[in-house]
């Protein structure tokens, strides 16, 4: 997640799909002396290629995803409905821990899908998921809503 604005340290912090906006804050140091945090709903989940702005007083709040994903809208206290509650994770990025944040998926398929992206230069699509041993079509139809690949 992207954090920006009246806070300590902004920048890129990595996000579980149970991390809060209030964790994001607190692992960016913290707020400023000039932040409005009256506009930001820290108890939101955070999601994964979403960007958050803490206005400083005066100021307005804004939200925005990356490229291709799912929009916010409006302001901080509205929920991202297209993308639910969980975060969105990155096969060509992720590690074991962050893919055992997917529901479905445990220590031994984290293991498998880690191991298919290295022996084979990473995912070219969501649907190559298929190809790792144990992922069939029905698992895939629970897991893809969840995952996205890039660089």
Do not use: C
């Amino acid at each position: 997640m992207h954090i920006k604005g009246a806070v300590q340290k902004p920048g890129l912090y990595p996000v579980r799909a149970d991390t809060r906006w209030d964790a994001v804050v607190k692992a960016a140091g913290g707020l400023t002396d000039k932040a409005d945090i009256s506009q930001v709903n820290l108890a939101k989940l955070a999601v994964d290629q979403e960007s958050l702005q803490i206005p400083e007083k005066g100021g307005a709040v804004a939200t925005a995803p990356a490229s291709g994903t799912a929009s916010t809208g409006g302001t901080a206290g509205q929920t991202n409905a297209a993308a639910g509650s969980r975060a969105v994770v990155n096969l060509n990025t992720a590690d074991v821990s962050q893919l055992q944040t997917i529901s479905g998926v445990g220590p031994k398929k984290a293991a498998d899908i880690i191991s298919y992206r290295d022996s084979h230069g990473g995912f070219k699509d969501v649907a190559e998921l298929k190809e790792v041993h144990g992922i069939g079509d029905k698992t895939f139809e629970t897991l893809a809503p969840q995952l996205t690949v890039g660089p």
